[in-house]
Structures are given as C-alpha cells and as structure tokens.
C-alpha cells in the first residue's frame, strides 16, 4: 500500500511542477531571477497534459486500491494531499493565462 502512496504524492507534486512551468519564470523574472536557463521551461509544457493525466491517474489507483483494501481509514489524509495538489496543477493549468497577465502586469 505505501508504494500507491508514494506513487500518488509523486505523481502530485511532478503534476504540480508541470503545470507551473509557464507561471514560474515570470514569477522568477520578477523576482529579479531571469535568464536563458529558463528556455528549459518550454520544452516542459509540451508535456504537461499527458503527465497531469497520469497524476490523476495514479490518484485515482490509489484511492481505489487503499479502499479495497482496508487501509482508508489510515491513509484518508495522505490520500486527500495528494488529491488537492493534483487538483491545484489543473487549477493552475486552466488558469494559466490569467495567472501570467498578472504577474506581467506587477512587472
């Protein structure tokens, strides 16, 4: 059971890494941080679909095989995490383009 846990914060916090790739350089450009390092970023987000629905995917096993299993109750909590940064990378996916006209706006 912990391998599905680790699978599920894994996947979360990959997802979430993803779908900050176009709000974390201007982030970082304004906070003085810029470079062409942050190129890398673009090559991220041609990615970020197919490694948020294979976070879904693992959270998703993961709380299907915690319930048939009887460990629930113990890891409802970790299950719960992990479901909410999951949701927070599609929130910040969706939102993406509002998220960055007000971080260039702040410039």
């Given at each position: 059971m912990k391998k599905y846990l680790t699978l599920s914060y894994l996947g979360s916090v990959s997802a979430l890494g993803v779908a900050t790739c176009c709000v974390l350089p201007l982030a970082m450009m304004l906070l003085g941080l810029g470079g062409s390092w942050l190129a890398v970023f673009g090559?991220?987000?041609?990615?970020?679909?197919?490694?948020?629905?294979?976070?879904?995917?693992?959270?998703?096993?993961?709380?299907?095989?915690?319930?048939?299993?009887?460990?629930?109750?113990?890891?409802?909590?970790?299950?719960?995490?992990?479901?909410?940064?999951?949701?927070?990378?599609?929130?910040?996916?969706?939102?993406e383009a509002q998220i960055n006209d007000y971080l260039i706006m702040q410039m």
């Open positions: 090559k991220i987000a041609a990615a970020s679909y197919y490694v948020l629905a294979i976070s879904t995917a693992l959270v998703a096993v993961s709380w299907f095989v915690s319930h048939r299993t009887g460990a629930l109750v113990n890891l409802k909590w970790w299950l719960v995490g992990s479901t909410a940064i999951t949701a927070l990378a599609w929130v910040i996916v969706f939102n």
